[in-house]
């Protein structure tokens, strides 16, 4: 695995775990339960999370900086 040849050693001697989300709902849900167990959680997500469900479940504002700036990068592409 990638993380151990950059740490030699791996996720779960580094007391970390990955969870797979299914769906854009899963992701704030698994996030307030861990955080509920006082367990450390950071999440890796997609734009659709980002743009959607992120704002709708108050992980992210619409008009946060990344968000914004990602936004614009995206309309010059188009």
């Known amino acids: 695995m ?3 040849l950059v740490h030699g050693k791996s996720l779960s001697k580094d007391k970390i775990a990955l969870i797979n989300q299914t769906s854009l709902s899963n992701t704030g849900k698994s996030c307030k339960i861990l955080r509920a ?6 999440a890796i997500v997609d734009l659709d999370f980002a743009f959607v469900a992120g704002p709708k479940s108050g992980f992210l504002s619409k008009k946060h900086p990344s968000i914004v700036a ?8 188009a």
């Open 2 to 4: 990638l993380y151990e």
């Open 37 to 42: 167990m006082d367990i450390p959680v950071k």
């Open 70 to 77: 990602c936004k614009k990068i995206l309309q010059r592409l």
